[in-house]
């Protein structure tokens, strides 16, 4: 059973009027931006209906309705008697896992606000972007051979703009129909390349797979790199797999360190073995949860993963190539 905190604290959300979008939307994505950003967390209990709306001063229906909305997509939990908490769902998991995203809005609102446009016209701007990419947008799909504590989608859509469709191997190998149907339908398939001939047998002959390698973020494998000879690692996901496949990209570029690789349960039951290692890596999604439990002094680092960057302006000449064929 989930253990629930007590004493809501109101978040910080800000209604806008005169907005494009409704009421009852700025108030659903704001939570959902505030669950990113780690302002509210699993399990965190939000403040009842009637409380949140005199704070916002809006009708109460607006927040009902924003609420069930975000129960309904598996957001938010309510329970009987107790009230309605930021769930610890794979929905929220997932949606922390796509930080980059937000930090790209971000980044581009910056940037819009810069030349003088207000929110009213970057919404404005965005809707019309989305619409024409939409119109015209590649169907690209990633034959995903990572777990997902390692999110090479997130680093593709990053790098190319596009949004892909990341398709897991096992789902692929399983012969699953909506896997199958999604990388038929491509118009361009990415995947490793080391993996590039297993996805090639399952792909349509005459639609393109392109392999790209990847390869550890620059700023982490530096400062690794930096360590002292015989320095102590520590990888730590939810799942055991996924710290073996974080630690065996690590140890493919580096040998001069020790390395090992457990869950967020194992640093939980063994917080007094944390001060014998130099670094702590974790992945986005036990990022917030590690910082609980390791000492000020020990440094921790989000792992993330690059594409190389060869590999990249290849993949970037493709797409442009397959865009301008979908034009014609």
């Not at 989305?130 to 390692?150: C, D, G, K, M, Y």
Request: glycine letters at 4%; one cysteine or more.
């Amino acid at each position: 059973m989930p253990t629930f905190t007590k004493n809501p604290v109101v978040p910080p959300i800000v209604v806008d009027t005169a907005a494009p979008i409704t009421i009852g939307a700025q108030i659903t994505e704001q939570i959902k931006l505030l669950i990113v950003r780690g302002n509210l967390k699993p399990n965190q209990p939000l403040p009842p209906v009637v409380h949140l709306a005199k704070y916002l001063g809006v009708n109460h229906t607006t927040v009902a309705l924003a609420y069930n909305e975000l129960i309904g997509s598996g957001y938010l939990i309510a329970q009987r008697g107790k009230g309605t908490f930021i769930a610890d769902s794979p929905f929220v998991k997932q949606i922390i896992a796509r930080r980059n995203f937000y930090d790209l809005l971000g980044k581009a609102f910056h940037s819009a606000s810069q030349v003088g446009l207000s929110v009213s016209e970057f919404s404005a701007a965005a809707y019309a972007q989305a619409v024409l990419v939409e119109r015209h947008q590649i169907n690209v799909a990633f034959a995903n051979f990572f777990p997902n504590s390692i999110d090479i989608s997130a680093s593709l859509q990053s790098a190319t703009g596009l949004a892909l469709v990341s398709i897991p191997w096992a789902q692929l190998q399983a012969k699953e129909p909506q896997a199958l149907e999604q990388l038929l339908s491509a118009d361009l398939i990415i995947t490793t390349i080391k993996n590039l001939w297993d996805v090639a047998q399952i792909a349509d002959p005459n639609k393109e797979v392109i392999g790209i390698d990847v390869q550890p973020d620059i700023e982490l494998l530096s400062h690794i790199s930096s360590l002292p000879r015989n320095a102590k690692l520590l990888f730590v996901c939810q799942e055991q797999s996924s710290s073996e496949a974080m630690k065996q990209i690590i140890d493919y570029n580096v040998h001069h360190v020790e390395s090992k690789a457990v869950t967020l349960d194992f640093v939980q039951n063994n917080r007094t073995g944390l001060p014998e290692f130099d670094l702590v890596v974790g992945s986005r999604l036990v990022e917030s949860q590690l910082s609980r439990y390791i000492p000020k002094n020990l440094k921790l680092m989000t792992f993330s993963i690059g594409i190389d960057p060869v590999n990249l302006l290849v993949l970037q000449a493709r797409l442009a190539a397959v865009e301008m064929d979908k034009l014609v």
